[in-house]
Nanobody, 115 residues
């Protein structure tokens, strides 16, 4: 599975962005999909995940109510809608696909939120 994340950029506090994670090589319909982020000088942290069916989602407390994860099976893509962005959301965002104990990572996309 190859994952490519894109959609990052430089925005102002309060703005919105939608990140996309496009999978190729095989369908990820049976994979749990997760977004992580890593800010400069900090460890990578969990942001949000979505189950194989899309019925269950989980969010870090820091983004709950502002971010929404979703998936499009036809496009083999997972999204992260980010609203009301804060400077502390600044980080490189990564997507990951998990199936049967195997994890696949994509390259990150930079999100920078200015105050």
């Amino acid at each position: 599975v190859q994952l490519q994340a894109f959609g990052g950029g430089l925005v102002q506090a309060g703005d919105s962005l939608r990140l996309s994670c496009a999978a190729s090589g095989r369908t990820v319909s049976n994979y749990v999909m997760t977004w992580f982020r890593q800010a400069p000088g900090k460890a990578r942290e969990f942001v949000a995940s979505i189950s194989r069916t899309g019925a269950n989602t989980n969010y870090a407390d820091s983004v709950k109510g502002r971010f929404t994860i979703s998936r499009d099976y036809a496009k083999n893509t997972v999204y992260l809608q980010m609203n009301s962005l804060k400077p502390e959301d600044t980080a490189v965002y990564y997507c990951a696909a998990t199936y049967s104990g195997n994890n696949y990572w994509g390259q990150g996309t930079q999100v920078t939120v200015s105050s």
